[in-house]
T-cell receptor
Framework: GNSVTQMEGPVTLSEEAFLTINCTYT??????LFWYVQYPGEGLQLLLK?????DKGSNKGFEATYRKETTSFHLEKGSVQVSDSAVYFC??????????????FGTGTLLAVQP | GAGVSQSPSNKVTEKGKDVELRCDPI?????LYWYRQSLGQGLEFLIY????????KSGLPSDRFSAERTGGSVSTLTIQRTQQEDSAVYLC???????????FGSGTRLTVV
């Protein structure tokens, strides 16, 4: 079945460091891919998405490119800030003709940015 | 409403009791989802409602779990005879079209003692 695997955390970085959080997926068909973020004490928010191969999603300085050949959707940011500290979830939509179109999530990666 | 509203925000219950968790989706959103987030785990899909279609219950972990959605709007997740392993944050999300642009509620933190 469809699944998402993302790197385990926590990831601890200093402010202005480069961030990569790896995400790979297994899916039949052509799913859409997402990154969600959960700030401390808040609900999940959509950070960015990509709906087809080679698409690049971007938001708030974060980017991720849908790579079909490597089945990956790694999240990157060139210079992290303390305010980026949160849990990041990679997800795919079961949208390949499936009846549900539900999202399948990875286990989440905790990012802690130190000043 | 402006967002997805869940109640209560926190619930502590004794093992063996029944609990009801409520989700009020964004007005007009036809799709509604329940997920469970356990400590150290990802988000586990529980159930999905889309319009008047039969719900996808494939993620419900046992027959102690059930959910309904009345009038295509408010949803209630019921857990009967709660167990300690049911302790988790239960998240509700809604969307206009299934699988796209979910909006999540803040969740209900359930603690079974």
């Amino acid at each position: 079945g469809n699944s998402v695997t993302q790197m385990e955390g926590p990831v601890t970085l200093s402010e202005e460091a480069f961030l990569t959080i790896n995400c790979t997926y297994t899916a039949t068909g052509y799913p859409s891919l997402f990154w969600y973020v959960q700030y401390p004490g808040e609900g999940l928010q959509l950070l960015l998405k990509a709906t087809k191969a080679d698409d690049k999603g971007s938001n708030k300085g974060f980017e991720a490119t849908y790579r079909k050949e490597t089945t990956s959707f790694h999240l990157e940011k060139g210079s992290v800030q303390v305010s980026d500290s949160a849990v990041y979830f990679c997800a795919l939509s079961d949208g390949s003709g499936g009846a549900t179109n539900k999202l399948i999530f990875g286990t989440g990666t905790l990012l802690a940015v130190q000043p | 409403g402006a967002g997805v509203s869940q109640s209560p925000s926190n619930k502590v219950t004794e093992k063996g009791k029944d609990v009801e968790l409520r989700c009020d989706p964004i007005s007009g959103h036809t799709a509604l989802y329940w997920y469970r987030q356990s400590l150290g785990q990802g988000l586990e899909f529980l159930i999905y409602f889309q319009g008047n279609s039969a719900p996808d219950k494939s993620g419900l972990p046992s027959d102690r779990f059930s959910a309904e959605r009345t009038g295509g709007s408010v949803s209630t997740l019921t857990i009967q005879r709660t167990q300690q392993e049911d302790s988790a944050v239960y998240l509700c999300a809604s969307s206009l079209v299934g699988g796209r642009g979910y909006t999540f509620g803040s969740g209900t933190r359930l603690t079974v003692v």
